[in-house]
Nanobody, 121 residues
Framework: QVQLVESGGGLVQPGGSLRLSCAAS????????VGWYRQVPGKQRELVAS???????NYADSVKGRFTISGDNAKNTVYLQMNSLKPEDTAVYYC???????????????WGQGTQVTVSS
């Protein structure tokens, strides 16, 4: 089994910064891609940023220039550095990973439990 654990959420003032972490553990052969999503009550979960194993990244227009996704392969951890935070960034943030548990495995999707980010003065 594979577990994803997010951390780093909290309360921050507008204009502030937070860094979220998503640590993967368990039976992992490779992590092919990781995405950070966010969700507010009553709305669909939306993709904020993603990174693939080759290092390519992608961002939602609403966070371009403010958020940066990066990974540490040795630690099986992906980070989301969030700068210039706005009240509309308030949400529960989830990470999702596409993982192969062995060399001939198919990509399996795993979700973390989520971490709350609140941007408020």
């Amino acid at each position: 089994q594979v577990q994803l654990v997010e951390s780093g959420g909290g309360l921050v003032q507008p204009g502030g910064s937070l860094r979220l972490s998503c640590a993967a553990s368990g039976s992992i052969f490779s992590i092919d891609a990781v995405g950070w999503y966010r969700q507010v009550p009553g709305k669909q979960r939306e993709l904020v940023a993603s990174i693939v194993s080759g290092g390519s990244t992608n961002y939602a227009d609403s966070v371009k220039g403010r958020f940066t996704i990066s990974g540490d392969n040795a630690k099986n951890t992906v980070y989301l550095q969030m700068n210039s935070l706005k009240p509309e960034d308030t949400a529960v943030y989830y990470c999702n990973a596409l993982v192969r548990r062995h060399a001939t495995d198919y990509r399996r999707s795993y979700w973390g439990q989520g971490t709350q980010v609140t941007v408020s003065s």
